[in-house]
């Protein structure tokens, strides 16, 4: 097995790169009102973190770029900051090819301006369908080119343009739903750019809410800036970008708030001002971290805590549409609580291990813990989180190390939703403090360092944690999570493993590490000594969950066809659909028609006509082209087909109904309805008077049938009562996304007595999906309320009828997964 040690070595030894930077995303639509003070100050801040550069972030068209640029290029050639464009082709569309190369001409020799072996450093953000362009413009500029064409993936983009690409930028910097951040993206770069450069993506946070630009979601924040870096340093990259300095409608910003650079919460429409939060904590750590990935070595002068987190519980107040992750991206869309963990994080630059971590929140004090530090304890960088506990008031995070304490105070956490026009704020609240102690403390070289801790995705989370810990941990089916010296291997058993059959060749190497230096029984769900045929599967193994089928939510009918197809096909909008989930394969169908096809007006379908028409299917009593639906509306202008309703929006001094015209019966009502003959601003209220007459009358038919009431309503009672049951199993039914009081639970599924993951929306578990039978899931009631409520109204069934307990289903066989 001597073959094996060295692949060991070879594959988790730390790379040594030379000339390695680090960039920040900077967005010069932002800058409109900036005074040269800005300016400089943007500059200095970047400096002192030891950001190398600012990647101008620039929309075609932009009326503020030519006064922007001139004033941007004067501040940083002053401070000796660095710069370099890139070219935005989403926010305006594309950029005209010769204006490109004047900006270029202009700029690039400026000694402001960043260059790379020689050659001005160009990216841009999207515009793979302008890629031959770039054939020119590094033809007349000599540019180096390093788009961001994340759109494609890195195979297709690697290939755009005949390849003219000389290196390759990943706009993928934030986590899939409750997963942590995964480098298996920045993997897939690796694997198609043949040693071409590669700039990772690192970012401290992502929300948005800018309905002007249809954007309105979230993406997990909680560990990743701490454990982003940490990737960085494992995978040594040629570059880095962080996303972002200024980009305040994303809310991951770093740099200073500057209230005069908010233009973008005008023109996206925002429906409250989300980042007046200060960001400039996660600053304090960047001249550690961009020095170990520069150096593989960093000292600290003063120790350092900071902290991060949310100031109102996410189920607290008004999401106002919010989602995490987003269908517009073909990803599958969960609740925002489902996804953060709504705790307050914190990340402390130390001499060595820390003794103890306090949280307190408005009195009420928890333990932290760290999750995260430096291999043996040692100087450096230290990752950790406390529970909130429900608690509100004022935050304090002590950490101790010795006689070293350092206390970092952080604005209230509240349950008042006023702040912010009663919304739920997901951005983060960052602090920051430390201690004015001189240390002056090196933390150890990781130039010869490998990986000594690690994990990944469900698939191989527990045979990645094994090898990694013993120094194996490639980066095409492992993340690292800490580096250190290379442990001491087991005698090897020579004993060869092999991926079971529903993996494939990406697990080979984990299952022959772990079958000699491990026992291979301890990993049958992953490996075996039999050699078995592989799926050859069309997309990575570690792809995220996808949507491939789905159906409309109860209330939402009127797009049942529509979230059946769109579904299918990886869009799945929350608010209309739900999803059912497949493992890993993306049934992705490219748009193939023009279309600008839109539900009626005040209808809200989150794209699913758009998304449907431009694929072939666009059904047309729901999704009408230009607006144009007289021809097909049969029911009136003012129809409102979701609710059912009519939604009259007549001058109100054309509202008057005539009594003299007033129907008697429903029956009459509907006939004057097709006719006309009854104005229809008219309709509700005359309907609203029929139905109180009818229920007067039925008021006393009722009180005249209690007349002679006999004893048998017991045996009525009993009748009713054993009818409960069946109701409630319909009403509930496990595994059935059209049971509607799947809703008020949340779900943690065990797969061979495992937990498959924390906790997820009931009603997205498909039983039939289950990969084994060996199955059992927990129900918890998380919203008691909101059922017991809603099994009343429908079901007429009292609280104090309902139990809960145990439920065993029948044992069904669908050999069907297994192929």
Known sequence: MRWLTLAVAVAATVTQVTAKAVFAHFMIGNTENYTTSDWLDDMRQAKKAHIDAFALNMAHGEETNEKSLAAAFSAAASEGMQLFFSFDYAGNGPWPKQTVIEYIAKYGSSSAYFHHNGRPFVSTFEGPDQADDWIDIKSQTSCFFMPDWSSLGAKKAMAAGGGVADGLFSWAAWAWGDWDMYTYTDASYAQYMNGKPYMMPVSPWFYTNLPGYNKNWLWRGDRAWGDRWIQAQWWQPEFI?????NDYGESHYIGPVRKHAMGAFDIGRAPYNYATLPHDGWRDILPFVIDMYKNNVATID?????????????????????????????????????VMDNKIHFAALLKGKPDKVLCDVGGSITTGKFYQGPDNDGTGMYLGECDKEGGTGIVRVIVTRGQTTITVFGDAISSDCSRWNGFTNYNAHVASGFSTAVVNAQAADISQAVCVNGTGMHVVKDLCEFTCSLGYCPQTACVCTRLGKQPTLPKASGVQGHPIGNLDASVSGLCSFACSYGKCSDFGKYCSTTKMPLNVRPQSLFEPLYCDAGLARDGQEYFNELCGFTCKHGYCPIRRCICSVGWGFANILDPFETSTAKPLSGVEDYGLCSFACQRGFCPNDVCFENGEFDDWWLWGEHYNPIEDIYIDDEDIDRLDCDPAQAPRTLDDLAKSAETLSTPSQCWDRWAMEILIKTLLGIGSEYQESLKGYDKLFSTYEKYIRESVGPQLEHFAHPGNMKSPGLKYFDCVVSINGKKYRDKQDCQYIVLERLPVDNWHIDYTLRDAEGFFAEVDEKLGIAKEWITFGEWALEKQCDDSMYG
């Open 302 to 338: 003063h120790e350092r805590l900071v902290t991060w987190y949310t100031l109102v519980d996410p189920t607290r107040c008004n999401h106002n549409g919010t989602v995490a992750n987003t269908a517009s991206q073909l990803q599958q869309e969960f609740e925002p609580e489902e």
């Open 241 to 245: 970008q962080i996303i972002s300095w």
